[in-house]
């Protein structure tokens, strides 16, 4: 891709429904499963990418020389649909789908490793969406949530170190200008940021265990 100025996806694929199939008929029939699907999937590429099963039910595909950064998406809907195509197991009808997480290179400007992890990441939001679907990588998303995961470990060990700060803020009548009673705020004196207001980190952690221990310590 450096060399041609080209891009390459990563397709990280995972079989739904395979387990129940292997646990109901037999791992004979689930390893006829697996071989039926690599030939679909192997069917379902171009003679330029490459398809290794990586362990269990789980595939990757390295789609390679796309012109577009969008070439890849008619490649990876041909193995959703291949996928979906009912299995005769005698007089039974065994169907499975699939599930695939998708990164781009050089969107995603990562050495191999991490760009199997990405499309795992991807792969993972496809099946929390509903399974049989493709998901692509988004970089932005990530270093959201990176960030985030950054902030909710500096602000535990914030607490630790007793850098929160509780503010009151008068409630005042106006018409009277009588003190009705106080607004309690926390602020966090953070190590390099300096004096934090709520709005730059309650957001962050609303939705995980530290806001119990920040509501603990207010």
Known sequence: ARRHGTSVAVAYLDLDG??????RCGHDVGDEVLRLAAMRLRGALRET??????????????ITDLEQPDDWRPVVERMLSVIRAPIRHGDDTLQVTASIGVTLYPEDDNEPEVLLRHADLALYQAKQSGKNRYCCFDARIDREQHERRSLIQALSEGIERGE????????VELASGRVEGAEALVRWQHP?????????FIPSVENDDSIVRLGIWM
Do not use: C
């Open 18 to 23: 395979f387990k129940p199939i292997n646990d």
């Open 49 to 62: 990418d490459t398809l290794a099963r990586i362990g269990g039910d789980e595939f990757v595909a390295v």
């Open 192 to 200: 390099s940021r300096g004096l934090l207001s709520p709005g730059a």
């Open 164 to 171: 929160l700060r509780l503010y009151l803020q008068p409630r």
